[in-house]
Each structure stands twice: as C-alpha cells, then as structure tokens.
C-alpha cells in the first residue's frame, strides 16, 4: 500500500491500486464534485416535488433531528433565540447609523465633516485619493489665511495702541 497525501487515513487505506482512493475517500471526492452535487440536488427535488409520501418522512425525520439536538445537553436553551436577537441589535437603525458613521469617519480622516459631500462629487471626477489631497490642500491654505489674518489683526492693534499712548 502506497502512502496517500489527499487520503483521510493514509496508513489504514484499503485501495489496491496506487491510482484509486479507498471507498471513503472516493466517496468524500465525489460529493465534492461541482456536477455530481448539482445532478443529486435535482433527484432530491424532484423526489420532493413528486413523491408526498417521502417529502412527509424527510419533513419528519428533520423535525426529529433538530428535536434530537434542542436535547442535547450542551445545546444552551434559546440559543437560537440570542442569536436571532443579536442580529436585531446589529440591524437595528441606530446600530447601523453609528456603523455608517464610523464608516464615513475612517474614509474621511483628516477632512472637516462639513466637506465631506464635497469630497464625495470631487471623488467623481478625480478618484478619492486625488479629492482628499485636493480638499486637505485647501484647508491648509484656509488655515494659513487665518493665521495671516491673525496676524495682522495683532499687528494693528499694537499699531493702534501705541498711537494711543502718545
């Protein structure tokens, strides 16, 4: 027996032939295959479709499972029920508002929240990256007209209080 890398237990493999797999992974592989599943899902449907008798005893036996597994010791009661309210939690309005905002937050960094819509219709027509520098360019000059502005402002007011001493 030849050792098999994609075999599930290759020390224990039954196959004969160093080409084939044992039963259970020639099974395995064929379950995997795109084609064999899609034909068997088709049988199954249409089993289902046509056939009353077997789609009661399916209906019944999933019913016994899930029963069977609601059972189970380890199975936390209204597990299932936590999971369906988490999800209304995560979906609820606020919880998306503050995700979006979040969202917004992180794609904008650096950019005033009131140039936020502008940088979006700049995106348009040059690419985000291209608008946040042009936008961040901006506001460093409006920055630098400030502290101008500042500036000036104090420089004549020393002006006006030193006409005033006189």
Known sequence: ?????????PSACAARTAGKH?????????????????KRGEAFRKKMAEDPEFRKRHVEASAARLMAWRAKPDTKVGQHEMSRRNLEKANSPEVVAARI??????AYAGIPE??????????????ATEA????????QA?????????KADMIARREREKAMAY
């Open 101 to 106: 905002r979040a969202k917004k937050e992180q």
């Open 1 to 9: 027996m030849s050792e098999r890398p994609n075999c599930k237990s």
């Open 132 to 139: 946040k520098r042009i936008i961040l360019e901006d506001e």
């Open 114 to 127: 009131a140039r936020w819509t502008e940088c979006r219709k700049l995106a348009v027509r040059f690419g």
């Open 22 to 38: 044992c039963a259970p992974c020639s099974l395995s592989a064929l379950h995997r295959d795109p084609e064999f599943r899609a």
């Open 142 to 150: 409006k920055a630098r007209r400030a502290v101008a502005q500042v």
